[in-house]
T-cell receptor
Framework: NAGVTQTPKFQVLKTGQSMTLQCAQDMNHNSMYWYRQDPGMGLRLIYYSASEGTTDKGEVPNGYNVSRLNKREFSLRLESAAPSQTSVYFC?????????????FGPGTRLLVL | AQSVTQLGSHVSVSEGALVLLRCNYSSSVPPYLFWYVQYPNQGLQLLLKYTSAATLVKGINGFEAEFKKSETSFHLTKPSAHMSDAAEYFCAVRNNAGNMLTFGGGTRLMVKP
């Protein structure tokens, strides 16, 4: 049981390049989330997927797209990377989206956009 | 709208001393509150959560937090700090719809020998 896994661990991009961050969970969770972490700002929700086949915007969705490929996988795409997207990206999952649900986090992807 | 404020971005304590990390929240409805810990180069792990069952919540690694509605606070404490407690701690609040987990800015705990 690996929990939540993310690839890649590190990535360096040039401005304007695109990339997809991959996330998978093996806990049979229905809900999945993408956050970005910036110093002093905690984690901010980019997008979430309450269940397979649905996605919704979070607090900071601009410049990102997501795909809930199946129940296990939830990918985050940067179509045209900008230096402001330099951050650490975390994927998380929970059984459901209820307020008491615990979210389980992956190890993160560190992205540097030059 | 809900928000979380963590007072003190850095807290330093001596090994064996009391740990107190402060968290205040604002929410228009009864909140669900969480404390997460992040060790260097790792993801976040749940320490404990408040779901209205009891105001004093015990978590892992000897941590506990008390929900005080009158003070809109959910401070995290541990009686005696260990070196292994050095990490960043995040307080978070979740709305009733459950789809938004709002985090505070984090507090980095340093433990001196």
């Amino acid at each position: 049981n690996a929990g939540v896994t993310q690839t890649p661990k590190f990535q360096v991009l040039k401005t304007g390049q695109s990339m997809t961050l991959q996330c998978a969970q093996d806990m049979n969770h229905n809900s999945m989330y993408w956050y970005r972490q910036d110093p002093g700002m905690g984690l901010r929700l980019i997008y979430y997927s309450a269940s397979e086949g649905t996605t919704d915007k979070g607090e900071v969705p601009n410049g990102y797209n997501v795909s809930r490929l199946n129940k296990r996988e939830f990918s985050l795409r940067l179509e045209s990377a900008a230096p402001s997207q330099t951050s650490v990206y975390f994927c998380a999952s929970s059984v459901n989206r209820g307020p008491q649900e615990t979210q389980y986090f992956g190890p993160g992807t560190r992205l540097l956009v030059l | 709208a809900q928000s979380v404020t963590q007072l003190g971005s850095h807290v330093s304590v001596s090994e064996g001393a009391l740990v107190l990390l402060r968290c205040n929240y604002s929410s228009s409805v009864p909140p669900y509150l969480f404390w997460y810990v992040q060790y260097p180069n790792q993801g976040l792990q749940l320490l404990l959560k408040y779901t209205s069952a009891a105001t004093l919540v015990k978590g892992i690694n000897g941590f506990e937090a008390e929900f005080k509605k009158s003070e809109t606070s959910f401070h995290l404490t541990k009686p005696s700090a260990h070196m292994s407690d050095a990490a960043e701690y995040f307080c978070a609040v979740r709305n009733n719809a459950g789809n938004m987990l709002t985090f505070g800015g984090g507090t980095r705990l340093m433990v001196k020998p």
